[in-house]
């Protein structure tokens, strides 16, 4: 019996954390997480299960009943019940989400026009994930994507919906199957050099422009972090980058035995003469040559 009190305390205990960063107090988050425990119970009932203080007790569930987290169900006295969590969690979502568009509106109108020469860096994989989505989402035309089968699933859904949109979708796939990725129409995919095999370092980034406008560019192995701007040059090289993959993979697939023949296979002495060594050791063992 103690061992599971100490487990649910625990569990208390990162709840109550998590609920904290929402702006709940540390005691609002305790009678919340108490509640769903058991009710209807008073607030003289919660104080002594909880240890928070009588008085403390009454004011947290005033707030919370500000807050739509909770609700009187009897008088005399005045029983509390939860509201779901999902309730109060969407409910939440939803008036912050108006909040931040709201603001964001607030605030752009006071800053000076946009400055495209900056670079800005998002790190971790869950931020990178975010800024992906809310640049396919912001493309009023095109879609251009150079990345690796993996990387592409985690954003199928949105990248789905703005196919379907009409959004033109251009892919430089790393990957073996390029039918997975044709969400309609509008998706036009080729594999990376005609077999979408993965060769050098730069090949284990995800790389995404829209409307000819903004980069997102990012690392995706190990410490996953993203590089993104506007920045007019650095979109159009990013593009060049993609368009001439575009250009070898249908060479490729036109000439390729030919080009073997002449190169090597995957170009091998084309790469010998400019990759780093570090890039050789991957090629090679790529190649099943080291």
Avoid at 21 to 27: E, I
Wanted: net charge negative; glycine share 4%.
């Amino acid at each position: 019996m103690a061992n599971r009190l100490r487990f649910d305390e625990s569990i208390s205990s990162g709840l109550s954390s998590e609920m904290q960063k929402l702006g709940f107090t540390d005691y609002e988050a305790k009678i919340y997480i108490q509640l769903l425990r058991m009710h209807p119970v008073t607030a003289y009932e919660l104080s002594k299960v909880t240890g928070v203080p009588r008085a403390n007790a009454y004011h947290a569930l005033e707030s919370l009943t500000r807050k739509e987290a909770v609700q009187p169900v009897s008088e005399d006295p005045v029983r509390f019940v939860p509201v779901p969590p999902q309730v109060l969690l969407e409910g939440i979502a939803s008036s912050t989400q108006r909040r931040c568009d709201l603001l964001t509106s607030q605030l752009n109108s006071l800053s000076k026009s946009e400055d495209s020469q900056y670079v800005w860096t998002i790190s971790g994989e869950p931020a990178v994930d975010e800024r992906i989505k809310q640049v396919v989402l912001s493309a009023k035309e095109s879609i251009w994507i150079k990345a690796q089968d993996q990387v592409l699933r985690r954003h199928e859904e949105v990248l789905r919906s703005m196919a379907h949109s009409g959004v033109e979708i251009f892919i430089i796939l790393f990957g073996e199957d390029a039918d997975e990725f044709r969400y309609s129409d509008n998706v036009k995919i080729y594999l990376h050099e005609g077999n979408g095999k993965t060769i050098g370092t730069a090949d284990n980034l995800f790389t995404i422009t829209v409307d000819h406008e903004q980069l997102l560019t990012a690392n995706v192995q190990g410490k996953v972090f993203a590089s993104y701007t506007r920045n007019q040059p650095i979109v159009t090289t990013a593009e060049s980058l993609i368009r001439h993959d575009y250009y070898m993979a249908e060479i490729m697939l036109r000439y390729g035995d030919e080009i073997y023949e002449s190169f090597g296979p995957h170009l091998k002495s084309l790469r010998e003469a400019r990759f780093t060594p570090e890039q050789l050791e991957r090629f090679y063992h790529q190649l099943g040559l080291d």
